[in-house]
């Protein structure tokens, strides 16, 4: 089975188009459509020694302007930023690298930039200093190239993390929970999760936690971004249109408390829903056996300008799903009959289907004709679009790895562990105090959320790395290096030449966590590590 899945998934990302977007993964255990993501690779190295907002050793400092750097930390704690943080393009963020307790921002939204690799950091924003309608914990869209690897996202005032209109996207291994769900939206309650979607995107073994909707929300292409065209894979592919381009892999998530709110897809494009885990909590809203509800898009829910997509929906393979309600009822293979519509679509000899009437999804889709005689497309599609390299679980397996290695987990914060511990009891620990429902909290002070003043810090001694090429010296002088030479942008470790020796050491920092998530697949594929 894995030689044969290994087979497809080269077969949807062929060696001759790999060469345009490096032969070698962002990291190893990087997966799906940004698995080759490059970032800063080969680039100059730039400490984080403090913990401040701006200016020499602040990650702000570190992390702007586009040339290629790899951003290591000498410090560990809360980062209180005074503004939105821009990560700058051709840059790896390499949270890893930080000392306990890791690196947690807090205060304003951080958007990643093209070509970004971003490991192991904690986004809780919080409404404290800010209160804005689009105040998200993070958000990219009309980006080419990132990868967001065991990331903490929490406590947004609109969305908590959303990535929609990227090319060759992976979010993997992250959680996702505590909106807020009434700080001061102009709306009135809000708590979303994310808005999810791209052009090649894939959202594999992430924890979806205690929000009220969008849980997450599939973008689709009713933006008609003809950003497409800059995908690394145009040429292998050959696009016609968004609608043709929209194609989102959504696998091995675990959702809780977070029931009846996935939903979308208005627009058109292809969604994979594969192996994913839906728990319902005590919040007391949604559907307990809701997989996903299809959205058609109309002006309600689409950009000015775009009315080309309305009355379309995205395309499904949906398979593998489980479903598990507050009374113990567990239905594995949930999946179509866990699918319910909006208005708009239509049973064609008991296919339901979308219109096309401009041919967006083109002659390779089969149309037939409602009774008003416009073309329509089934929804349901028998096989997976593309997936990219991924390494699939069991829905049941996936809900026990995910628990375990979630969010920034190399030194998992009390966040983070109170949301495993809820997830697994069934419980939510807190209640808005303006909701007053379990688990959709309003201001983080309902948690009691940490900030820079109760949070712990540390700094790595001076002769850590002396040489500043941001390797351990003690590392080095284990692993045959030369202390006092400039070991970062060298290949002397990896006999392929894919990772610099700077990128070895960051990957072995949390190679056993890697290892370790990997296992026990369904399906999966080989996976190179430098150092055995």
Known sequence: ?????????????PVAALAQFDSAPAFPGAEGHGRYVTGGRGGKVVHVTNLNDNGPGSLREAVKGNERKIVVFDVGGVIALEKNLKIGQNTTVMGQTAPAPGITLRYYTVSPESNNIIRYLRFRRGQERDINDGADASYARGRTGIILDHCSFSWSIDEVASFYDNNNFTMQWCTVAESLTNPGHSKGAHGYGGIWGGKLASFHHNLIAHVSNRGPRFN????????????????????????????VDFRNCLMYNAQGTCYGGPGGGQVNMVNNYY?????GKGSQER????????????????????????????????????????????????????????DINGDICSKDIHNFYGSSVKHVANENGEQCVPIRMEKPCPSGSVTTHTADKAYMKVIAHSGASLYRDDVDARYMKEVQAGTATYKGSVTQKPGLIDLVSDVNGYTEKNFGTSQRPTDFDTDNDGIADEWERAHGLSVGTDNSATFTLDKRGWYTDLEVYCHTLVDAVTKAERSDAESSFEEYYPMK
Do not use: C
Not at 1 to 11: F, G, I, Q, R, T
Not at 220 to 247: C, F, M
Not at 299 to 328: K, L, V, W
Not at 331 to 344: A, H, I, L, Q
């Open 279 to 283: 728990k319902a909590g005590p919040s």
């Open 220 to 247: 689709g292409a009713r933006n008609g971004w003809e950003g497409y065209k800059d995908n690394h894979l145009y040429s292998t592919y050959k696009w016609e249109n968004p609608v043709q381009s929209e194609i």
């Open 291 to 346: 997989v996903t509800t299809v959205s058609v898009a109309e002006a309600a829910n689409s950009m000015t300008g775009n009315d080309e997509y309305f009355g379309m929906t995205s395309r499904y393979y949906i398979s593998g799903n489980t479903t598990e309600t507050t009374a113990g009822k567990k239905t594995p293979n949930r999946d179509w009959r866990g699918v319910s519509y909006g208005k708009g679509v239509s």
């Open 1 to 13: 089975m894995k030689h044969k899945l290994l087979s497809m998934l080269l077969a949807t990302l």
